[in-house]
C-alpha cells in the first residue's frame, strides 16, 4: 500500500461525516425530480423542494407548545424542521429519507422550516 493510498485510507477513517455527507450528496443531488434543490443552495422566505435524510428527531417544547424538531441533511447542508403542536409524527424518525415542502426562515441564526409539507421516501 503506497503512502498516498494509505493517506486515504486514514483520513476517511478519521472523517466519517465527510464519507456521509458525500453518501449524501451523491443520493440526493441525482434524485431526478424537478424542482427540489441542495440545502445549500435553498433561498430564505420562497416555496422550496428538499430531500434529505432525517440526522435527529426531538421533542422541544416553544412557548409552552408542543413541538417535533428534526434536522435534515442532504450532504450540502443542514435545516431543522419544526412541526408546531406535534409531540409525534409516525414515519418521522433518525435516519428516515424524507422530502419536504415549505419557506425557510432563520430564527436565531439557525435555518429552519416550520409545519413543512411532507412526503417519505422509502
Not at 31 to 41: A, T
Not at 43 to 54: F, K, N, Q, W, Y
Not at 81 to 90: M, Q, S
Request: proline share 6%; charged share 30%; hydrophobic share 35%.
Amino acid at each position: 500500500m503506497s503512502k498516498s493510498t494509505l493517506r486515504r485510507t486514514i483520513s476517511r477513517w478519521a472523517n466519517p461525516g465527510d464519507q456521509e455527507d458525500r453518501h449524501l450528496r451523491e443520493e440526493y443531488s441525482r434524485s431526478g425530480r424537478s424542482g427540489v434543490i441542495c440545502i445549500s443552495d435553498a433561498p430564505d422566505r420562497e416555496r422550496v423542494t428538499l430531500r434529505g435524510a432525517l440526522r435527529t428527531v426531538t421533542l422541544r417544547p416553544r412557548a409552552g407548545v408542543p413541538a417535533l424538531e428534526a434536522e435534515l441533511n442532504d450532504g450540502t447542508g443542514v435545516i431543522t424542521l419544526v412541526w408546531l403542536g406535534r409531540r409525534r409524527i409516525a414515519g418521522i424518525e433518525p435516519g428516515r429519507a424524507i422530502e419536504v415542502e415549505g419557506r425557510i426562515g432563520a430564527h436565531d441564526g439557525v435555518r429552519a422550516m416550520y409545519n413543512p409539507r411532507y412526503q417519505l421516501i422509502p
